[in-house]
T-cell receptor
């Protein structure tokens, strides 16, 4: 069964450093997402991406964040200068359609646990 | 804007018993989809079941069923014959049919299955 793959599974970084989280969405999917889950809290939307540009972003997704699809398979989230509060589980997701039909599930990757020290 | 409320931070259930996890939602959109995801301790998000707002019947997927009460805006997850492997966080989420809106999640319920 096709799946979304994220690397690394766990990343530890020093405050102020740049990190890149990588995702390989399901091959025939066109819409890509990043979500974040701070430990013990709910999953929050960060950004969605389609046709090589951002479709929508939340207020969390400030200038420190960027996304890119550098080639035909990878989808990356970059945090330019990490802060302690960026420590969270980051989920990549992909889907065939965006918005509707609403039963289009988003397939989630296994997550990258980012720890900023 | 959409909002999901899960009022049970934690639930316990005896193995082989059924358990209901509550979810209420708020939206002004006339058409929407409701989802449940399971998150085991390993962290991944596993899709369990989907219910469309216009679906006439409650969704079922194996041991999972969704008790959808549209007038009450509730979409409770029922797990029958609980197994130890069901111990996990469970998240209710929704998305409207129209517009470019991503999934909105509730805070989750931690289910512990006791032998």
């Amino acid at each position: 069964e096709p799946e979304v793959t994220q690397t690394p599974s766990h990343q530890v970084t020093q405050m102020g450093q740049e990190v890149i989280l990588r995702c390989v969405p399901i091959s025939n999917h066109l819409y890509f997402y990043w979500y974040r889950q701070i430990l013990g809290q709910k999953v929050e939307f960060l950004v969605s991406f389609y046709n090589n540009e951002i479709s929508e972003k939340s207020e969390i997704f400030d200038d420190q964040f960027s996304v890119e699809r550098p080639d035909g398979s990878n989808f990356t989230l970059k945090i330019r200068s990490t802060k302690l509060e960026d420590s969270a589980m980051y989920f990549c997701a992909s889907s065939e359609f965006y918005g509707g039909p609403a039963n289009t599930e988003a397939f989630f990757g296994q997550g990258t646990r980012l720890t900023v020290v | 804007a959409q909002k999901i409320t899960q009022t049970q931070p934690g639930m316990f259930v005896q193995e082989k018993e059924a358990v209901t996890l509550d979810c209420t939602y708020d939206t002004s959109d006339p058409s929407y989809g409701l989802f449940w995801y399971k998150q085991p301790s390993s962290g991944e998000m596993i899709f369990l079941i989907y219910q469309g707002s216009y679906d006439q019947q409650n969704a079922t997927e194996g041991r999972y069923s969704l008790n959808f009460q549209k007038a009450r805006k509730s979409a409770n997850l029922v797990i029958s014959a609980s197994q130890l492997g069901d111990s996990a966080m469970y998240f209710c989420a929704m998305r409207p049919y129209s517009g470019n809106t991503p999934l909105v999640f509730g805070k989750g319920t931690r289910l512990s299955v006791i032998a």
